[in-house]
């Protein structure tokens, strides 16, 4: 399976999101709706819910 990963756009955020599941905000993805609102997801190691387990 061939599964495209962007990085989380919020500064600060580790996270990395399947590009269908990202939150897009003017033109930026982001890996989760409070990153998109500027208030960060809280997970800082790249474990955000949105993200793809790996």
Do not use: N
Request: include cysteine; charge should be neutral; hydrophobic fraction near 35%.
């Amino acid at each position: 399976m061939d599964v495209d990963l962007i990085r989380c756009e919020y500064q600060g955020c580790q996270c990395t999101v399947q590009v269908p599941k990202a939150v897009i905000r003017q033109g930026k993805a982001f890996c989760s709706e409070a990153c998109a609102d500027g208030h960060g997801c809280g997970c800082h190691r790249g474990w955000c819910p949105s993200a793809m387990l790996i």
